[in-house]
């Protein structure tokens, strides 16, 4: 089943690629909370009439970074202050999400260099804690594309503290969609092929076999924190992200790019980067903190 969440969040289910049935519930968070046991409306609508929103909001959305084999090595190549181990756990800030076709609002009073990476995000389907890889099985309910915006300027900063967050959690940031595919349909999440593209140009090539930790010790590994229906956890991103070019100025995102990211079997999340005066009729918003 493909969910998805439109218009001014109505939530409805792909019905022969072209189709959204209506259902009676209002979130897709709801939905997972009351695992699956939703009538429908009756109203049914062509997906070219409607708008597709984020697919989601979830109550916790989980980061984890260094997680992909290639993109592991790449950053050895980089001058981070602290290494990036495979694992590492933090928390997306979930105002920042967008959904397809949604702007990505470039800031630049705060950041000349926005990067891209693609990710796969895991949705979880029921509550739980303290989960083995065998018991976290049971709480994957589907995924959706993630494409994780950086600013690495920021990052590079954050990272002297041996953190980041900041950097990944600005305003429009988070773009997730176009829809949640859900477990059943994905016969093995560990063999799908993944693609980012900006204008057409391929950016970054992958997939989910090269991953160091599997997604049931994923799950697993974030457990002790607790989930919630509907809470999201990311792969970490494939090679190729912008940052670790031989010029990653010719790569960073510019108002005007349009970004793809694709998943085999999960679809295409496209979004475009746009100015901050398209976005506010104010000056680019600065901090002192990040712009000296």
């Not at 209506?22 to 699956?36: K, N, P, Y």
């Not at 949604?102 to 009073?109: A, L, S």
């Not at 993944?194 to 997939?207: A, D, F, K, S, W």
């Not at 509907?230 to 960073?252: E, H, K, R």
Request: hydrophobic residues 40%.
């Amino acid at each position: 089943m493909r969910l998805v969440t439109f218009d001014e969040g109505r939530v409805g289910r792909l019905e022969d690629g072209d189709v959204v049935v209506e259902l009676d519930c209002a979130s897709t968070r709801e939905w997972f909370e009351r695992e699956g046991a939703v009538g429908e409306t009756g109203e049914r609508l062509a997906l070219a009439d409607v708008r597709l929103r984020a697919p989601i909001v979830p109550k916790k959305f989980f980061h984890t970074a260094g997680n992909f084999a290639a993109h592991h090595e790449e950053l050895q190549a980089v001058n981070w202050s602290h290494p990036v181990h495979k694992g590492i756990v933090f928390f997306q800030n979930v105002d920042a999400i967008i959904g397809p076709d949604d702007d990505i609002v470039y800031p630049e009073g705060l950041t000349s260099e926005l990067d891209y990476e693609l990710e796969l995000g895991v949705i979880i389907g029921k509550p739980g804690k303290w989960l083995s890889p065998e018991e976290a099985v049971d709480h994957i309910a589907g995924y959706l594309v993630f494409n994780d915006i950086t600013a690495r300027d920021i990052q590079r900063r954050e990272m002297q503290s041996g953190v980041f967050s900041f950097s990944k959690g600005i305003d429009t940031f988070c773009p997730i969609g176009p829809w949640i595919v859900t477990a059943d349909e994905i016969a093995d999440p560990h063999k799908l092929a993944m693609e980012l593209r900006v204008n057409g140009q391929v950016r970054q090539t992958g997939n989910t076999d090269q991953l160091l930790l599997s997604i049931p010790h994923l799950v697993a590994h974030h457990s002790p924190q607790g989930y919630s229906a509907g809470d999201i956890i990311t792969t970490g991103t494939i090679s190729g992200v912008a940052a670790i070019q031989p010029n990653p100025f010719d790569f960073y995102l510019r108002p005007g790019d349009v970004v793809e990211a694709e998943i085999e079997g999960l679809g295409v999340l496209r979004n475009r980067v746009v100015p901050w005066s398209a976005a506010h009729d104010t000056v680019p918003y600065t901090s002192s903190l990040y712009t000296d």
